[in-house]
């Protein structure tokens, strides 16, 4: 008979620590003790997860689910989570409840700015709106009139992603929902006024799904800087699938053009890991990155079972192209934590993960 995949997870783990304790047992182990963790490190339904650092820790935003209009949780080192309150408990008039999905937030002149996507009441397309708070945890408010981004005659816009370029200026990115009425998916960007709520000029057509492997769409674009290079993430296929999966283009400018890499996916379904995907990135205290992700149980994908858990691996450079990321179970070293982290000082250097206590909606 077949172990269940929890019998699994423990065996490899237990294995896992046992191939590390020759180590932990050496002078320099001893001396220098190294914190690990474990995938997954938020374990319950916490879709599209986006992550900011702010005010000492570290703050996950993620779609609908738990009762929450946007789920948030709470992390002093990126690996060990907590449960927070609603970040956006109350809905602008225009938007409908129950399909509130992958809010990303930006710090734009001393207060904070979500961009979230919501069911637009006038169009009953999703389309994108931007909310405030004075703190990264909220409550945020929408008192516009309408949404920031609304493209009906192309199913509607999602997913977007707000970053801010190396000389300050602002720039959104979304997602057309072409598949939602059988059009194509196109990655839209455009650059946004200083305060961070009106648009500037026309948005541009970045990257649309034209590969294999990337079904019949492509979304969730995230934009990030590193040696005067902008990498542009993205998800593509069907999100309950197990081709689920993460590539990314190169440019020279924040509006591209955009060259996609060649050898895609960097991230893809692996043994129990399926449909990894909906990525954010985090830079931990010595610079390196590391992709946040979501994804299912093997077997259990669009299954409420199989929820789209919150996990983390590092994310490497190979010159200015990515090296494939290998989802993980095992225990690794964990990322590193600021010297004015307000993490207790007794927290032990092991992983941690939370239980599963709830489903949310997908």
Request: hydrophobic share 35%; charged share 20%.
């Amino acid at each position: 008979m077949s172990s269940s995949p929890l019998a699994r997870r423990v065996s490899q783990r237990l294995l896992s620590l046992l191939c590390l304790l020759p180590w932990l047992a050496s002078p320099l182990a001893l001396a220098e003790p190294v914190p690990l963790f474990a995938n997954p490190v938020y374990d319950r339904n916490f879709p599209d997860p986006f992550v900011l650092p702010a005010a000492g820790g570290y703050w996950a935003y993620a779609t609908n689910g738990n009762g929450h209009q946007v789920q948030l949780a709470y992390s002093c080192d990126l690996v060990r989570w907590e449960a927070r309150p609603d970040a956006l408990p109350t809905l602008p008039a225009w938007a409908a409840s129950g399909h509130t999905w992958a809010p990303e937030v930006l710090p734009v002149a001393g207060r904070y700015l979500m961009y979230y996507t919501a069911r637009d009441r006038a169009t009953q397309r999703q389309c994108v709106g931007v909310a405030e708070a004075d703190a990264p945890q909220g409550p945020f408010r929408d008192d516009r009139d309408g949404p920031l981004v609304c493209q009906p005659d192309e199913g509607g816009s999602i997913d977007a992603s707000a970053v801010r370029a190396a000389d300050g200026s602002l720039y959104l990115y979304w997602k057309n929902d072409g598949n939602a009425v059988g059009q194509p998916t196109w990655l839209y960007g455009q650059r946004l006024g200083a305060d961070g709520k009106t648009r500037v000029g026309r948005p541009q057509r970045l990257l649309r799904n034209d590969t294999a492997w990337e079904g019949r769409l492509i979304e969730a674009p995230t934009v990030f800087a590193a040696d005067g290079r902008y990498y542009l993430l993205y998800s593509a296929n069907d999100y309950a699938g197990s081709r689920y999966a993460v590539g990314y283009a190169v440019a020279d400018q924040p509006l591209g053009p955009y060259t996609k890499a060649a050898g895609q996916p960097i991230l893809a379904s692996e043994g129990e890991v399926s449909g990894p995907g909906h990525q954010s990135v985090a830079v931990d205290a010595e610079g390196r990155h590391w992709l946040f992700y979501h994804a299912w149980t093997q077997g259990l994908e669009g299954d409420p079972r199989g929820r789209r858990s919150l996990r983390v691996d590092p994310l490497r450079f190979d010159g200015a192209r990515l090296q494939r990321v290998h989802t993980s179970l095992a225990p690794q070293p964990a990322p590193a934590v600021p010297s004015d982290s307000n993490c207790p000082a007794s927290a032990p250097p092991a992983w941690v993960t939370s239980s599963p206590s709830d489903v949310g909606a997908p």
